[in-house]
């Protein structure tokens, strides 16, 4: 089951990154992301922070399917629990966003996706005889 549930975190990542580019590409969702700030298409440098978002978000999803076991990519266990904690991370920023739009679409989505990471992440390392272990340590 802990693959099943990487798979969806990885899927739910996957979501986002589409959701970044739509917003590169202009699309006018400004008042639901970075704080809300903007109403319709986001400025350049809102735009680059999404371009930023895009690699971050692929890092975590495959960081969290290593930890599962998927086949080929066999990173260390620090990566998933990295990942991990920028979920939670940004859980707590999408909670206390000023923009309530914002707060109402992202934080349930968010505190999900940090919900399946942690779910593989105790499993991975309960797995590995190192609950609350980091790897080579």
Same mark, same amino acid.
Not at 79 to 94: D, E, K, P, R, Y
Not at 103 to 120: E, H, K, Q
Not at 121 to 135: G, K, P, S, T
């Given at each position: 089951?802990?693959?099943?549930?990487?798979?969806?975190?990885?899927?739910?990542?996957?979501?986002?990154?589409?959701?970044?580019?739509?917003?590169?590409?202009?699309?006018?969702?400004?008042?639901?992301?970075?704080?809300? /700030?903007?109403?319709?298409?986001?400025? #350049?440098?809102?735009? +680059?922070? *999404?371009?930023?978002?895009?690699?971050?978000? !692929?890092? %975590?999803?495959?960081?969290?399917?290593?930890?599962?076991?998927?086949?080929?990519?066999?990173?260390?266990?620090?990566?998933?629990?990295?990942?991990?904690?920028?979920?939670?991370?940004?859980?707590?920023?999408?909670?206390?966003?000023?923009?309530?739009?914002?707060? /109402?679409?992202?934080?349930?989505?968010? #505190?999900?996706?940090? +919900?399946? *990471?942690?779910?593989?992440?105790?499993?991975? !390392?309960? %797995?590995?005889?190192?609950?609350?272990?980091?790897?080579?340590?």
């Amino acid at each position: 089951m802990t693959v099943q549930i990487a798979h969806l975190y990885a899927l739910g990542c996957m979501a986002l990154i589409f959701f970044q580019i739509a917003l590169i590409a202009g699309a006018p969702w400004g008042r639901i992301t970075q704080g809300g /700030r903007h109403e319709g298409a986001l400025p #350049l440098s809102g735009r +680059a922070i *999404a371009a930023v978002s895009i690699p971050v978000l !692929a890092g %975590q999803g495959l960081a969290i399917l290593s930890a599962a076991g998927f086949p080929g990519l066999g990173w260390p266990l620090w990566t998933g629990w990295t990942a991990f904690g920028v979920a939670v991370v940004s859980t707590i920023l999408n909670g206390i966003t000023p923009s309530a739009p914002e707060r /109402r679409l992202w934080f349930p989505v968010t #505190l999900i996706l940090s +919900a399946l *990471a942690g779910y593989v992440m105790v499993m991975a !390392a309960w %797995q590995e005889n190192r609950f609350w272990a980091w790897q080579g340590v």
